[in-house]
T-cell receptor
């Protein structure tokens, strides 16, 4: 079965420092990976996705993610954190490419940026 | 990008009553819609997948008679929580996908509906 794991419930970073939110995946076949962000009492906002191609994917709000096949990881990164980046982040995997495929979410990581 | 709306954004209902949540794709036709449920400080759990004009496919452990899903048109899916109980209180998020494809179809998420059952 396809799945993603987010090993950290919470990540704390000082403003201006680089941040990393970890995600590892388990898929059969080629992975189709996503990062979403959720602000309190709000829906999900799409940040970026990886289908194929360059291992470094650039997304919204200055975020990027690095696909590492050998480590089965898809960590989210940002060079310089902002207080406004504080939110709940979800890694997700799509179970295939067909119309029957689904998006399955990781457990989420709460990112807290201190001023 | 494409927009998915949900109505209502918040609803409070009494135990034993039913409540309907609407999910609309505003500027595209959604061949497939998904319903997720999110408990406080937890992840999104997929409840069911619905395709326009056919019966929904429910995930294991989701009661199909309690959570009625109708996908009557390419722009509207509804989730009805029947005989709601306090344990049904949750944040319900719908998602809509355009037609088949590889780079597409993209999947877009609604803003969510907060259901509180008293």
């Amino acid at each position: 079965a396809q799945s993603v794991a987010q090993p950290e419930d919470q990540v704390n970073v000082a403003e201006g420092n680089p941040l990393t939110v970890k995600c590892t995946y388990s898929v059969s076949g080629n992975p189709y990976l996503f990062w979403y962000v959720q602000y309190p009492n709000r829906g999900l906002q799409f940040l970026l996705k990886y289908i194929t191609g360059d291992n470094l994917v650039k997304g919204s709000y200055g975020f990027e993610a690095e696909f590492n096949k050998s480590q089965t990881s898809f960590h989210l990164k940002k060079p310089s954190a902002l207080v406004s980046d504080s939110a709940l982040y979800f890694c997700a995997v799509r179970t295939g490419y067909s119309s029957a495929s689904k998006i399955i979410f990781g457990s989420g990581t709460r990112l807290s940026i201190r001023p | 990008g494409a927009v998915v709306s949900q109505h209502p954004s918040r609803v409070i209902c009494k135990s034993g009553t039913s409540v309907k949540i609407e999910c609309r794709s505003l500027d595209f036709q959604a061949t497939t819609m998904f319903w997720y449920r999110q408990f406080p400080k937890q992840s999104l759990m997929l409840m069911a997948t619905s395709n326009e004009g056919s019966k929904a496919t429910y995930e294991q452990g989701v009661e199909k008679d309690k959570f009625l899903i109708n996908h009557a048109s390419l722009t509207l899916s509804t989730l009805t929580v029947t005989s709601a109980h306090p344990e049904d209180s949750s944040f319900y998020i719908c998602s809509a996908r355009e037609g088949p494809g590889l780079a597409g179809p993209e999947q877009y998420f609604g803003p969510g509906t907060r259901l509180t059952v008293t």
